[in-house]
């Protein structure tokens, strides 16, 4: 009888942006089924914390290291400590990412590199480091995080969005580019999700739904994408790469879009 295979125990994971909110969650999550798992952030006190969990209460392994994505030369020195620490990287996790909201004519050059520099290029530098180390080691798995701004326009978003649209376009390039050395890159799409990053930007605190009329469905939560994540670089993902999962939750009750589903 056939079983699914979700296990990454005993493989190297790097997490970008993993001192809080999702990237902590998938942290959490492959150190909880046994991976080596190393984070990162601006921050060395703030990935700290998170790395001693997940070696006090996982079965996984953790290193944190301070690690700004915008900067190649940090992360090249990330992925050599990755190396020195549990060997060759078999998953990397674009997570790193962030946003503030401002009309189109209201961002400044400075502003607008910012974002890109942030969610683009930085996706950018750790693929192409972490690449080069899980070619000449036969493979991997690379996970990037875009976003529903990344598939459909919302006002107040062209930078996120551009940016997070372009990482659905190179997340389809480098399964290509990268298949004959057995990487798949594949990539999540998530609808609005709890985090403190939310919260500082968007104000949303809680479960509650946002006062934005275009929001119709419940928020998520961190572990809901980080259990996507795990599902994409297992081996039960085997058939899948180049592709973009969409995880945007159920439509309220009582909007148009839970018309027919049985919700209300
Ligand atoms: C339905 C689904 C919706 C989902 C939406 C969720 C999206 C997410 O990404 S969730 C994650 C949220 N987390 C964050 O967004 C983190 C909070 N944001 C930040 O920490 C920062 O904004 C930053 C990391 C994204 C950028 O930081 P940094 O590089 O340090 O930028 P500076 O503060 O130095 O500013 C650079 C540049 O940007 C201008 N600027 C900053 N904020 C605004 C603003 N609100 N409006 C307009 N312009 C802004 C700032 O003025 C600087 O430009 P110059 O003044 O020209 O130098
Ligand atoms: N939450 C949501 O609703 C959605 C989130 N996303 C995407 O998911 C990802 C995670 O979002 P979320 O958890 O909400 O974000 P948070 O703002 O809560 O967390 C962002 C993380 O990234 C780190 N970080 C920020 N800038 C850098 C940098 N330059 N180098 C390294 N690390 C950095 C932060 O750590 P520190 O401050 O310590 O450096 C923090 O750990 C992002 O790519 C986001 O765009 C997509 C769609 C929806």
């Known amino acids: 009888m056939h079983e699914p295979d979700y296990a990454v125990a005993g493989k190297t994971a790097i997490v970008t942006g993993a001192s809080q909110g999702i990237g902590r969650a ?4 492959l150190g909880a089924s046994g991976a080596n798992v190393v984070i990162c952030s601006r921050a060395q006190e703030r990935v700290d914390p998170v790395a001693e969990g997940i070696d006090e209460e996982t079965e996984g392994a953790a290193l944190a290291v ?7 030369e940090q992360v090249e020195a990330l992925v050599d400590a990755t190396v020195e620490e549990f060997g060759a990287p078999d998953v990397l996790v674009n997570n790193a990412g962030g946003e ?10 400075n502003g607008w590199n910012a974002i890109v520099d942030l969610n683009l290029n930085g996706t950018v530098h750790c693929s192409q480091v972490a690449g080069e180390v899980m070619r000449e080691n036969g493979g991997g798995s690379i996970v990037n ?10 006002p107040g978003e062209s930078h996120y969005g551009a940016a997070k649209a372009a990482i659905i376009r190179l997340t389809e390039t480098l ?7 057995g990487i798949r890159v594949n990539c999540v799409a998530p609808g609005l999700v709890q985090t403190p990053g939310v919260a500082e930007t968007l104000g949303i605190e809680s479960e509650q739904m946002p006062a934005r009329e275009t929001v119709d469905r419940r928020i998520g939560h961190a572990e809901e994408i980080a259990d996507l994540v795990q599902f994409l670089v297992s081996p039960a993902a085997s058939f899948m790469t180049g592709e973009t999962v969409t995880a945007k939750g159920v439509p309220k009750p009582g909007n148009s879009m839970s018309d027919g589903l049985g919700l209300e």
């Open 100 to 109: 503030f909201v401002a009309p189109f004519e209201d961002i400044s050059p």
């Open 26 to 29: 998938i942290a959490e999550t």
């Open 175 to 181: 399964a290509v580019e990268w298949a004959p050395h």
């Open 66 to 72: 301070e690690c700004n994505v915008r900067e190649r």
């Open 145 to 154: 995080l875009s976003s529903v701004n990344g598939q459909h326009a919302a």
